[in-house]
């Protein structure tokens, strides 16, 4: 069993070792709109998001259209908002509140 599992883990233990792209990848991006959220309702009891759409505009670039489910209090009805996200490397540029029900296309503008 312990061989079985060593095989399972060695490429996981490998990528750690392994140095990391100079572009943002799919962890520094669910960082970058983990720490957005939970700055945004710092005084929530939980919430959770979703990823509706993205665009990489170019290679460390990109942007990302996201729902945000929010519970300030036990028992009371979560407040479900929207948002676009410019996040650049692995940093948050710019982000815009929209409503809910609004069409989005994140794909770059046309000259």
Not at 3 to 22: E, G
Request: glycine share 2%.
């Amino acid at each position: 069993m312990l061989p079985k599992m060593a095989l399972l883990l060695f490429p996981f233990v490998a990528s750690l070792c392994l140095p990391s792209p100079i572009n943002a990848n799919s962890s520094d991006i669910t960082m970058v709109i983990e720490t957005f959220v939970a700055k945004q309702f710092p005084a929530s009891k939980s919430h959770f998001w979703v990823v509706n759409d993205a665009h990489w505009q170019t290679d460390n670039e990109v942007v990302v259209d996201v729902n945000t489910v929010v519970l300030d209090k036990p028992g009371e009805t979560p407040t479900a908002t929207r948002y676009l996200l410019l996040i650049v490397g692995d940093r948050l540029a710019a982000a815009q509140n929209i409503p809910l029900d609004s069409t989005v296309d994140c794909q770059p503008e046309q000259a």
